[in-house]
T-cell receptor
Framework: KQEVTQIPAALSVPEGENLVLNCSFTDSAIYNLQWFRQDPGKGLTSLLLIQSSQREQTSGRLNASLDKSSGRSTLYIAASQPGDSATYLCAVSGETSGSRLTFGEGTQLTVNP | GAGVSQTPSNKVTEKGKYVELRCDPISGHTALYWYRQSLGQGPEFLIYFQGTGAADDSGLPNDRFFAVRPEGSVSTLKIQRTERGDSAVYLC???????????FGSGTQLSVL
């Protein structure tokens, strides 16, 4: 059974800092990995999707990397802003489990002005 | 519509009652998913539809839970004989293609008293 772990559970940084969020998964037979953002009381917004054959994806100040063989992914946020404050969730889909995603519990990020 | 729409946004019911939660996906999206999220946890997969059929219902916790998508668009999640443990946010998501980027609704907060 796939398990996804995110470290740290919570992170508080001053505005302008570069930061890294970590995600690990136990079964490396994944189809893709996605990073989502969730604001309080809201649904999830997809930030980046990395196919299993890819090493990284970039969107603006966000960069996500994937090391499938070691079961790890990182989300790098450059020059953090207060508007980046949210919970960030990592999720994987398995080669044999089709489209169902297994989520981590998330990292709650606070960027202080 | 512009995004995934879920109604109601909040539902309070009594233990033992029947509830229906509605999801209206993005127009043209053939794939539709239901997830359940408890406080402080990542979403847990419930069921996945491709078109009108349930392609994967392995996440439904028991036979009190049922979902339909009769015309391949709107979906209804039905919960019979609700229990206090069913209290959670029920999230719906859709995607244009299987394994594609997911677009989530804002969820229905279900509270069973």
């Amino acid at each position: 059974k796939q398990e996804v772990t995110q470290i740290p559970a919570a992170l508080s940084v001053p505005e302008g800092e570069n930061l890294v969020l970590n995600c690990s998964f136990t079964d490396s037979a994944i189809y893709n990995l996605q990073w989502f953002r969730q604001d309080p009381g809201k649904g999830l917004t997809s930030l980046l999707l990395i196919q299993s054959s890819q090493r990284e994806q970039t969107s603006g100040r966000l960069n996500a990397s994937l090391d499938k063989s070691s079961g790890r992914s990182t989300l790098y946020i450059a020059a953090s802003q207060p508007g980046d404050s949210a919970t960030y969730l990592c999720a994987v889909s398995g080669e044999t489990s089709g489209s169902r995603l297994t989520f981590g519990e998330g990292t709650q990020l606070t960027v202080n002005p | 519509g512009a995004g995934v729409s879920q109604t109601p946004s909040n539902k309070v019911t009594e233990k033992g009652k029947y509830v229906e939660l509605r999801c209206d996906p993005i127009s043209g999206h053939t794939a539709l998913y239901w997830y359940r999220q408890s406080l402080g946890q990542g979403p847990e997969f419930l069921i996945y539809f491709q078109g009108t059929g349930a392609a994967d219902d392995s996440g439904l916790p028991n036979d009190r839970f049922f979902a339909v998508r009769p015309e391949g668009s709107v979906s209804t999640l039905k919960i019979q004989r609700t229990e206090r443990g069913d209290s959670a946010v029920y999230l719906c998501a859709s995607s244009l293609l299987e394994f594609g980027k997911l677009f989530f609704g804002s969820g229905t907060q279900l509270s069973v008293l």
